[in-house]
Nanobody, 125 residues
Framework: QVQLVESGGGLVQAGGSLRLSCAAS????????MGWFRQAPGKEREFVAT???????YYADSVKGRFTISRDNAKNMVYLQMHSLKPEDTAVYYC???????????????????WGQGTQVTVSS
């Protein structure tokens, strides 16, 4: 049974940093591309970043240069390091997994079969 568990969310002031973690279990981790999405109140879930098993990454324009996605295949972990946070980054952040024979850029929710429960990130102004 695939399970994704996020952690690391919290309250931070604008300009601050947070590091989100996602622990994956029940999967052969290296066969999955991993992604981070977020959903703000009243808005649709939106793509943030994705990483292939070999480390190839892709980011939404809104976070490029501020966020970094990474993974540790030995630990079945994926991370999202967030710097220069803005109030508009406030959202529930979700980790997602997609089985992949090779990396392609997956930026829509329907591309991912497995999801975590989410972790709240609140950025105060």
């Amino acid at each position: 049974q695939v399970q994704l568990v996020e952690s690391g969310g919290g309250l931070v002031q604008a300009g601050g940093s947070l590091r989100l973690s996602c622990a994956a279990s029940g999967v052969t981790f290296t066969r999955y591309d991993m992604g981070w999405f977020r959903q703000a109140p009243g808005k649709e879930r939106e793509f943030v970043a994705t990483i292939g098993s070999g480390g190839t990454t892709y980011y939404a324009d809104s976070v490029k240069g501020r966020f970094t996605i990474s993974r540790d295949n030995a630990k079945n972990m994926v991370y999202l390091q967030m710097h220069s946070l803005k109030p508009e980054d406030t959202a529930v952040y979700y980790c997602a997994a997609s089985y992949a024979a090779f990396f392609v850029t997956r930026t829509t929710s329907s591309d991912y079969a497995y999801w975590g429960q989410g972790t709240q990130v609140t950025v105060s102004s």
